[in-house]
């Protein structure tokens, strides 16, 4: 699997020291507030499962799979709900932990969608960051790195449902898309 990688852009002590950095911070700013943590699936898996250990005050978890609606190029941003929270978020802090924010449609629906179901707070943390990309205007809270407008795998981020495995983040080398 890993001599199919061309590039790593981001490696795993780099990915492991910035969830400390981050950790840190989120620690500081829910304290006593016991937040409610929506991991994305199935991309945010990897960095919610480290980020939640270098929160250092009580939180809950919960998770949430969606997807985009046909087509892309409709800008609507509505996404089909595939499984929804367990948890109600009426009165809650919630952060959503997301691995990427591309063209911002789904994490922009999200939001809105907490905030009507009247959520405290709504808070944004993503691992990676392709400002490029954007149809909507969407300004994460918290992000770790910022990428440019390239695929990357790894780290919970698939081709065709592979390479989520990676400890790190990278670029496919070209012949594995053609076969
Ligand atoms: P938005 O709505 O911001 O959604 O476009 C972001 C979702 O798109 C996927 N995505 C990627 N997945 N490598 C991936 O493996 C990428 O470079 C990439 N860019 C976007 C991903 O599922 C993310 O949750
Ligand atoms: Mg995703």
């Known amino acids: 699997m890993r001599d199919e990688i061309k590039e790593i852009l981001i490696?795993?002590?780099e990915i492991q020291r910035k969830i400390v950095e981050i950790g840190k911070g989120l620690t500081e700013e829910y304290k006593g507030r016991?937040?409610?943590?929506?991991g994305v699936l199935?991309?945010?898996?990897?960095?919610?499962?480290?980020?939640?250990?270098?929160?250092?005050?009580?939180?809950?978890?919960?998770v949430m799979d969606v997807s985009s609606y046909?087509?892309?190029?409709?800008?609507?941003?509505?996404?089909?709900?595939?499984?929804?929270?367990?948890?109600?978020?009426?009165?809650?802090?919630?952060?959503?932990?997301e691995d990427i924010i591309d063209s911002g449609l789904t994490l922009s629906y999200l939001v809105k969608l907490f905030h009507y179901r009247k959520a405290k707070s709504v808070k944004l943390v993503t691992l990676l960051d392709k400002p490029e990309g954007r149809k909507?205007?969407?300004?994460?809270?918290?992000?770790?790195?910022?990428?440019?407008?390239?695929?990357?795998?790894?780290?919970g981020l698939d081709y065709a449902e592979r390479y989520r495995n990676l400890p790190y983040i990278?670029?496919?080398?070209?012949?594995?898309?053609n076969g």
């Open 11 to 13: 490696t795993e002590e």
């Open 34 to 38: 016991f937040p409610l943590v929506v």
């Open 170 to 177: 990278g670029i496919l080398k070209p012949e594995v898309y």
């Open 136 to 155: 909507v205007e969407l300004v994460p809270d918290i992000v770790g790195f910022t990428v440019p407008d390239e695929f990357v795998v790894g780290y």
């Open 70 to 97: 046909g087509n892309e190029t409709v800008s609507s941003g509505e996404v089909k709900i595939v499984k929804d929270l367990n948890t109600s978020v009426e009165g809650r802090d919630v952060l959503i932990v």
């Open 42 to 62: 199935k991309g945010s898996l990897p960095f919610m499962g480290d980020l939640i250990q270098r929160i250092d005050t009580h939180i809950e978890l919960d």
